[in-house]
């Protein structure tokens, strides 16, 4: 696939994948045309990189279909102001998605090959404003909190304490629950305490440590 079609195939997802199923937010949209995708996906499995479906990236973990990626981003609302959290950096896709809208992405990975080859495609890419940690993503980065948004990228069965303690107030947390299939949350921290509301059933790799 040569730079052109890519470009193409990255349009193609936006517009059939993104914006036909009803989102509009063009900070996410823009953050999607900027990040290649490709790059972040395994060399033989390029040519499916803007396929409309999760694929694996190794380890037992995969890469977000477009369309989640998408909408988890959105439901954070975040700007060029936001301090954002990412549990579950995997292969780097959404950490740099959320890099290009936010002021700064602290992300954690409990995989340390897949932490490293993040961090390296991070500084590859040239981005600045990314800081990778190896490590378990339940006891969240209590040194730079609190966040004004965090997404985790991987399912808990419940709600790690931790993650709710570093939200800012009026910051949002993003996170599936469950086992098989599981809850979308979106929990919003609030003067008088957490409001939380259900979006949508996902399907993603459960989280690992917090034991």
Request: with cysteine; proline share 6%; aromatic share 6%.
């Amino acid at each position: 696939m040569g730079m052109l079609s890519k470009v193409h195939a990255r349009e193609k997802m936006i517009q059939q994948q993104i914006i036909a199923r009803g989102l509009h937010d063009q900070s996410v949209l823009t953050a999607l045309r900027t990040v290649e995708r490709h790059r972040f996906v395994p060399t033989e499995l390029r040519g499916e990189a803007y396929d409309d479906n999760p694929l694996p990236i190794g380890y037992g973990q995969t890469i977000s279909q477009p369309y989640i990626v998408a909408l988890m981003t959105s439901l954070l609302e975040i700007d060029a102001h936001s301090r954002v959290l990412e549990i579950g950096t995997g292969s780097g896709y959404q950490t740099a998605v959320l890099a290009e809208i936010a002021a700064e992405v602290y992300t954690i990975e409990i995989i340390p090959e897949l932490a490293s080859r993040a961090e390296a495609l991070f500084a590859e890419l040239g981005y600045t404003n990314i800081h990778v940690r190896c490590g378990d993503g339940h006891v969240g980065w209590p040194e730079h909190a609190p966040f004004d948004a965090i997404m985790v990228t991987a399912a808990p069965h419940e709600i790690p304490p931790a993650l709710t303690e570093q939200m800012a107030v009026g910051g949002r947390l993003v996170i599936p629950v469950g086992n098989f299939y599981q809850d979308l949350l979106v929990l919003t921290r609030e003067e008088k305490g957490i409001e939380k509301r259900n979006v949508t059933a996902v399907r993603f790799v459960p989280m690992t440590g917090g034991k």
